[in-house]
């Protein structure tokens, strides 16, 4: 697959000056042969908080653990590109970077530094990682390659760019609200060359027409007193959003076609409140669906909290709808 020599012109404030930089860092780190796994922020904050960790000691270090670096741990070359990225700032006598890049399949995906507690932060870890690895199996197993794909809230585009790779005839819609995500997606396809890979500014799949032959979505759903937007779910249990998307589905799938949902619930009773709705939601569609867990517990640290003091643990779990032909 042929690598595009240029990102496309990103919109709003980024400069498109930036973006080039940004794409060509990711081209030297991947070039350079970095890889690095993200775990989850719990994993990302005890692990800095070892002793020797405070900074870093190299490119590991200021671009997957996003500590705080003098200027000669980065390679000459490299510290421009990010200086010439609008991606450094100030960190007491250090600099620190505003972009961190992760590993999966092959690729390299930027995306906001920890801690992402900015409102329009892009979010990539293991649930990344495990959607990703649904929707590839999705794909696979299919008896022919979709030629339509939309993928909802698509953050760093890791869903839309794995399904291109995948599908490389298919005209794939990488939809979200926030230009922040659109923009490191927009990068991160074009440093996988994933020509298929169309960013799109869409409140779900309103500015988008037509029917699909897949769809697939990692949405928010936690219960986030804050409020941020790549983290909060909406509704009592967090699940309004994937109840949503399912909506959206049992409308927009075309014959044949599936929708492919990631998304997560806290277990109460050793009951599952989305499975209970989403049930409710898909009766009458003439959808087919699936439903199981993929992992029966993570997050264990939210549980401390006052959002799930009635859950006994959060699940993550994938649900996938398809409409017969």
């Given at each position: 697959?042929?690598?595009?020599?240029?990102?496309?012109?990103?919109?709003?404030?980024?400069?498109?000056?930036?973006?080039?930089?940004?794409?060509?860092?990711?081209?030297e780190l991947k070039n350079s042969g970095y890889r690095f796994t993200t775990v989850t922020p719990a994993t990302?904050?005890?692990?800095?908080?070892?002793?020797?960790?405070?900074?870093?000691?190299?490119?590991?270090?200021?671009?997957?653990?996003?500590?705080?670096?003098?200027?000669?741990?980065?390679?000459?070359?490299?510290?421009?590109?990010l200086r010439a990225a609008d991606a450094l700032e100030r960190s007491g006598d250090l600099w620190r970077s505003?972009?961190?890049?992760?590993?999966?399949?092959?690729?390299?995906?930027?995306?906001?530094?920890?801690?992402?507690?900015?409102?329009?932060?892009v979010f990539f870890g293991p649930d990344t990682y495990r959607m990703a690895d649904c929707a590839a199996a999705h794909v696979t197993a299919r008896e022919r390659p979709p030629a339509r794909v939309a993928d909802i809230g698509t953050g760093t585009g890791a869903g839309a760019i794995t399904v291109a790779k995948r599908a490389p005839g298919a005209e794939v819609f990488a939809v979200d609200i926030n230009d922040t995500a659109l923009r490191y997606?927009?990068?991160?396809?074009?440093?996988?060359?994933?020509?298929?890979?169309?960013?799109?500014?869409?409140?779900?799949?309103?500015a988008v027409d037509g029917q699909f032959d897949l769809i697939v979505s990692n949405p928010p759903f936690m219960i986030d007193p804050a409020g941020r937007t790549y983290r909060d779910g909406g509704g009592e249990h967090g699940n309004e959003l994937s109840l949503t998307i399912i909506d959206v589905a049992a409308e927009r799938l075309a014959p044949g076609g599936s929708l492919v949902l990631f998304s997560g619930c806290g277990i109460i009773d050793g009951h599952d409140p989305l499975r209970a709705?989403?049930?409710?939601?898909?009766?009458?569609?003439?959808?087919?669906?699936?439903?199981?867990?993929?992992?029966?517990?993570?997050?264990?640290?939210?549980?401390?909290?006052?959002?799930?003091?009635?859950?006994?643990?959060?699940?993550v779990v994938l649900l996938t709808a398809t409409r017969p032909r």
């Open positions: 697959m042929t690598t595009t020599d240029t990102v496309p012109a990103s919109t709003g404030e980024d400069s498109k000056a930036a973006d080039e930089a940004l794409l060509q860092l990711g081209r990302h904050a005890l692990i800095n908080r070892r002793p020797g960790n405070a900074a870093a000691a190299g490119v590991r270090d200021v671009f997957g653990w996003s500590r705080p670096f003098a200027p000669e741990v980065l390679p000459a070359p490299i510290f421009d590109l505003r972009v961190r890049f992760s590993s999966y399949d092959d690729e390299l995906f930027v995306h906001s530094a920890f801690p992402t507690d900015a409102p329009d932060s997606a927009r990068i991160n396809a074009a440093l996988a060359g994933t020509s298929g890979v169309r960013p799109c500014h869409s409140n779900l799949l309103d709705a989403a049930a409710g939601r898909l009766e009458g569609t003439g959808l087919t669906w699936t439903y199981r867990e993929v992992d029966p517990d993570v997050y264990d640290e939210e549980l401390a909290g006052p959002a799930y003091s009635r859950a006994e643990r959060i699940a």
